[in-house]
């Protein structure tokens, strides 16, 4: 009865064209939108973080804008969401920069890069240091908005069929690993492979790739990695503070009222928190499942080993800057705001975690 007269006294032509939240009539859909990714529907962490990006701008919008999220290859394939929101098939993609590298070289600076920045040195130069404005620039060329949309932290360095013991040990490797991770794996010896999540476990399983890198324990143990491989290695050197994206095609996102412009911005900023605290929580909590329950062996890669990779990472990854006018304005801001930044990080967080540590 209450419910009744509620719906009564809200109007009966609105609650109709909406949906009852929290005892509040919500609006009709005023922009339908859809969301393509690149991870498996529902994937936990990468999946479940698109879901949740998508259902705050409904609640932020009070139901103005609808957003139905799409998997890999339920409206398009994993690698194709970027052409697809670029030219208008989707108004949003959920996926990570570095997967354009064909696009822009430029574009793997706004993910990953090797021996880079941690999630909260990445958060500072993208929101404080000039580095989102860059990511703009590069995608103004696709007719996309950037946008962060989560942090997965550092990286685990990867399953291995075999222990990694020596430089030598990468050599004829075959590992799937994307972006700049992936040149320096070349650089190395071994032989990088692209492969969206979906691939992944029976790519590794049949042989066809002798490692992967993935995320870390809570995605790895969800994808079932360790059947698949013996080894797990950290850190994860190629990935210090991964940042994932929602890109936006850029005629739909300005259609949009200046009002809902900014709640979609500040949606995304939320996302991009929300994923990085879920992630340090579930990790470590896999990590023990898979070490206790499952008896992965865990290991760190050898220091001459992370040595070598960190010369061949500033090589490759001053090279890539050569290439073009934009991917060399994003490299000097990136190299610079480290420059810095690692100075601040060394005598605040590394110290603190060091001394933390004594017993």
């Known amino acids: 009865m209450k419910r009744r007269q509620f719906i009564q006294g ?5 609650v109709a064209a909406g949906t009852l939240v929290s005892g509040k009539a919500m609006a009709a859909p005023e922009y339908k939108w859809k ?22 701008i409904k609640q932020m919008t009070n139901g103005r804008i609808e957003v139905k999220v799409y998997g890999a290859g339920e409206l398009v394939g994993a690698l194709e969401i970027f052409d697809a929101v670029s030219r208008g098939t989707a108004e949003m993609g959920h996926g990570a920069a570095y997967y354009w590298k064909g696009k822009s070289t430029a574009a793997q600076f706004f993910s990953a890069v090797p021996f880079g920045l941690t999630a909260q040195e990445m958060n500072g130069w993208l929101y404080h240091g000039g580095g989102m404005e860059l990511w703009q620039e590069v995608y103004d060329q696709f007719g996309l908005v950037a946008g962060a949309a989560g942090n997965t932290g550092v990286q685990m360095g990867g399953w291995f069929n075999k222990e990694i013991n020596s430089v030598e040990d990468l050599k004829g490797l075959k590992m799937r690993i994307p972006g700049l991770g992936g040149e320096v794996l070349k650089r190395a010896g071994g032989t990088p492979v692209l492969l969206p999540g979906g691939e992944i476990f029976p790519s590794l399983q049949s042989g066809a790739i002798d490692a992967t890198e993935w995320v870390g324990p809570y995605n790895d143990l969800a994808f079932g990695l360790h059947k698949a491989a013996k080894y ?16 936006i095609n850029k005629e739909a996102f300005e259609a949009l009222p200046d009002d809902l412009q900014a709640i ?39 220091d001459d080993v992370m040595r070598k990779l960190r010369e061949i990472s500033d090589e490759v990854v001053a090279e ?4 073009d006018a934009i991917t060399k304005k994003v490299y000097d801001s990136f190299v610079a705001y480290r420059a810095q930044v690692e100075k601040w990080t060394a005598v605040a967080e590394q110290a603190y975690i060091n001394g933390r540590s004594l017993s």
Do not use: I
């Open 232 to 247: 797990y290695y950290y850190p994860g050197w190629h990935e210090p503070g991964t940042t994932l994206e929602c890109f």
């Open 10 to 14: 809200a109007g009966a032509a609105t």
């Open 35 to 56: 969301m393509v990714t690149t991870w498996p529907k529902n994937f936990p962490g990468l999946g479940t973080g698109a879901n949740h990006l998508a259902d705050m």
């Open 320 to 323: 890539e800057a050569q290439k």
């Open 264 to 302: 979609v911005r500040a949606a995304l900023r939320v996302a991009n928190q929300d994923m990085l605290a879920e992630s340090m929580v579930k990790n470590n909590r896999a990590l023990e499942q898979l070490v206790n329950e499952h008896g992965v062996e865990l290991r760190n890669f050898p």
